[in-house]
T-cell receptor, first 113, second 116 residues
Framework: DAGITQSPRHKVTETGTPVTLRCHQTENHRYMYWYRQDPGHGLRLIHY???????DKGEVSDGYSVSRSKTEDFLLTLESATSSQTSVYFCAIRKAGEGDTQYFGPGTRLTVL | AQSVAQPEDQVNVAEGNPLTVKCTYS??????LFWYVQYPNRGLQFLLKYITGDNLVKGSYGFEAEFNKSQTSFHLKKPSALVSDSALYFCAVSAFNAGNNRKLIWGLGTSLAVNP
């Protein structure tokens, strides 16, 4: 257990509405990641952060933004949700000194109608 | 392009038999290699990794994996499968990206079904 929580765990929303997902960690890790998981696509990196206010894009960042104003929280925002963003979203952290090993939160299942 | 392949979408094995879940990769340099497991409606759990040293790596729940540099493979194995091992297994490889930062490249996953 890497002390990662995600909220909400489930959300149903409508197309065009903004949605924010929260990832919270209790162990002060520097690196945090947002992934989405879809059948046939495995895990795809959306954005990641390497420190407070330091973020970068992953391979599927279009339509998503992130913010990290404090070490423990990494927020993922869907600015105007679309049905193609229906997915399971996972947050992960990387522990220093463990050679790129990532530890995952429990996930958020998002449905966009 | 750097990639990870899990050639089998699904593996079926009888309880008590040995199991193998295959992973091959194509990356430059010296990769770090990982296996994760995902149980239904759960997040991914780290099983084991190879960074350097002995090619046979032992991990959680009795799993092990063998790094084969010449075949660029990192197959996951267990001598005696349990029904509770039924889950989705992901292989991942850490390699440098264009910005000279390491990132994880993920396979698409293999669904393991262990039959009683």
């Amino acid at each position: 257990d890497a002390g990662i929580t995600q909220s909400p765990r489930h959300k149903v929303t409508e197309t065009g509405t903004p949605v924010t997902l929260r990832c919270h960690q209790t162990e002060n890790h520097r690196y945090m990641y947002w992934y989405r998981q879809d059948p046939g696509h495995g895990l795809r990196l959306i954005h990641y952060s390497y420190g407070v206010k330091d973020t970068d894009k992953g391979e599927v960042s279009d339509g998503y933004s992130v913010s990290r104003s404090k070490t423990e929280d990494f927020l993922l925002t869907l600015e105007s949700a679309t049905s193609s963003q229906t997915s399971v979203y996972f947050c992960a952290i990387r522990k220093a000194g463990e050679g790129d090993t990532q530890y995952f939160g429990p996930g958020t299942r998002l449905t966009v109608l | 392009a750097q990639s990870v392949a899990q050639p089998e979408d699904q593996v079926n094995v009888a309880e008590g038999n040995p199991l193998t879940v295959k992973c091959t990769y194509s990356v430059s340099g010296n990769p770090y290699l990982f296996w994760y497991v995902q149980y239904p409606n759960r997040g991914l759990q780290f099983l084991l990794k190879y960074i350097t040293g002995d090619n046979l790596v032992k991990g959680s729940y009795g799993f092990e994996a063998e790094f084969n540099k010449s075949q660029t493979s990192f197959h996951l194995k267990k001598p005696s499968a349990l029904v509770s091992d039924s889950a989705l297994y992901f292989c991942a490889v850490s390699a440098f990206n264009a910005g000279n930062n390491r990132k994880l490249i993920w396979g698409l996953g293999t669904s393991l079904a262990v039959n009683p």
